[in-house]
Every structure is written in C-alpha cells, then in structure tokens.
C-alpha cells in the first residue's frame, strides 16, 4: 500500500484552507493592504513547508526498507563546509544558493507582519535555519529513518538567506521612513502598511 503526503496535497488539503480561514477570521480587525500581505507571507510558508519537509511517505514496506538500510550517521553532517569526500565548495555551489533564496522571502516579509529589530538577527535567522533541519531531524525520528540529509551546511544558508531578506526589508522601510519624514508623505492601502511597519521595528 502506497501512503504519502505528498507537497500538493498538503498544500490543497490543509494549507490553502486553514489560511483562508486566518484570513476570514481577520478581515474585520486587518485592513486590505494587512490582509494582503498576511495572505501573502503565508503562502510563502506553505510553499517553504512543502518545499523543506515534504513528501514523507508513510507506506510500511518503504519505512521497513529505509530503517533496515539508512542510518542517521550516513546522512548526516555536523562540520560546516563539509561537501564529502568527493564534493567541494564549488560543485555545491547552486545547492547552497538554493538555500540561501530559499529563506530570502522570510526575513523580507516577516518584517511587514511582525516587530522584528535589527538586533532580532542575533537569533531569528538561527531559529529558522535550525528550525528547518530540526523539523526535519524530528520527523525523521519520528519515522524511525533519516528520511531527509540534515546537513549544516543547509542551516547556515537558511540562517543567511534570512538575514538577507531582512536586509532588504530594512532598505524599503528605512526609505519608507525618509519619504515619510521628508515630505509629510503618508500614503495609504500598500504603501501606507510599509510605513507602518518600518515605524514599529525601525524606530524606538
């Protein structure tokens, strides 16, 4: 018997509903423009959940096998910029991009939702980067296989790409503030929600 969740349906079945939900249930305490971009970030984190946990295939014959042959030492790597023994910084070159975009669009728009500081990035890039590998490691226990690498090298790309993200939103908001503190300029909808945001994580 085959069983696997597979990313569509996670996606379709669970995740597109329960945000439709989250939505419905905050349209009259959120504007628009608050909305949109809820609605926005969180497909993002379906996507990545889909993307970073998913498919886990659930049939007992495949677990038996994957128990019986894969240990979590095989697949497993602790030492930073450790490729194997074959591989190389270069030749991993594309994987570690990859992961770098992967986490770009969270620190880009958590900023929009939430009150994150610069001095935040002493730990929220950490706490999705190993907030990954982590969730990973534990379904993998959870299975009683190492169903996914977890790897370093993987954490410390998330954790930049995160950074990243944030840098870019610290640019559109510190030009948010000066536009607004320059010309009066208070705009509404879109525009207006980047102000309010760069005002409560920018400015003390």
Do not use: C, K
């Not at 993987?154 to 930049?160: G, I, R, V």
Request: charged share 15%; no cysteine.
């Amino acid at each position: 018997m085959n069983i696997e969740i597979t990313a569509e349906a996670f996606i379709l079945l669970i995740g597109l509903p329960a945000l439709a939900v989250t939505l419905l249930y905050l349209r009259r305490r959120r504007s628009g423009a608050q909305l949109f971009l809820l609605g926005a970030f969180g497909l993002y984190v379906l996507l990545l959940v889909a993307a970073t946990l998913l498919p886990i295939d659930l049939s007992p014959d495949y677990r038996a096998v994957m128990q019986r042959e894969a240990a979590f030492s095989e697949r497993m790597n602790l030492i930073p910029f450790y490729f194997g023994p074959y591989g190389s910084l270069w030749h991993s070159r594309f994987m570690l991009v990859s992961n770098i975009l992967l986490t770009v669009p969270f620190g880009l728009g958590i900023g929009f939702l939430a009150r994150v500081r610069p001095r935040d990035l002493r730990w929220l890039p950490w706490a999705v980067g190993f907030g990954i590998e982590g969730a990973q490691l534990a379904l993998g226990l959870a299975q009683g296989y190492p169903y996914r690498v977890i790897d370093i090298n993987d954490t410390l790309m998330n954790a930049l790409g995160v950074a990243l993200g944030y840098g870019l939103f610290w640019l559109i908001a510190q030009a948010a503030l000066w536009l607004h503190g320059r010309a009066g300029w208070r705009p509404g909808g879109l525009a207006g929600a980047v102000v309010t945001a760069a005002e409560r994580s920018l400015r003390e």
